[in-house]
């Protein structure tokens, strides 16, 4: 079945930096592309930056444009999110996303939190 795990989170200051991954199991994880999302207290869930197969396409939220960037490794199986700048609103369960056979799958979520 499809997994997906993330890891990485974490406290860090204003301005520091963090670097989530996500290993995916259970799919041909080069086949497909990968979003991450966050989702905040009180807020919806909303997308942060998606990458495509191979990872020649990248986009991101207008929020975390130029300071956050969206990778993966299809030997590991791994996505990651290299977020530098952070900010307090940054501050959020940041979650991996992949849509396989027309159904969207979720990581567990892993927590970031910047301190000011």
């Known amino acids: 079945q499809v997994q997906l795990v993330e890891s990485g989170g974490g406290l860090v200051q204003f301005g520091g930096s963090l670097r989530l991954s996500c290993a995916a199991s259970?799919?041909?994880?080069?086949?497909?592309?990968m979003n991450w999302y966050r989702q905040a207290p009180g807020k919806e869930r909303e997308w942060v930056a998606g990458?495509?197969?191979?990872?020649?396409?990248?986009n991101y939220a207008d929020s975390v444009k130029d300071r956050f960037t969206i990778s993966r490794d299809n030997a590991k199986n791994t996505v990651y999110l290299q977020m530098n700048s952070l900010k307090s609103e940054d501050t959020a369960v940041y979650y991996c996303?992949?849509?396989?056979?027309?159904?969207?799958?979720w990581g567990q979520g892993t927590q970031v939190t910047v301190s000011s």
């Open positions: 990458i495509s197969t191979v990872g020649r396409t990248t």
């Open positions: 259970g799919f041909t994880f080069g086949n497909y592309a």
């Open positions: 996303n992949t849509a396989y056979r027309g159904r969207n799958y």
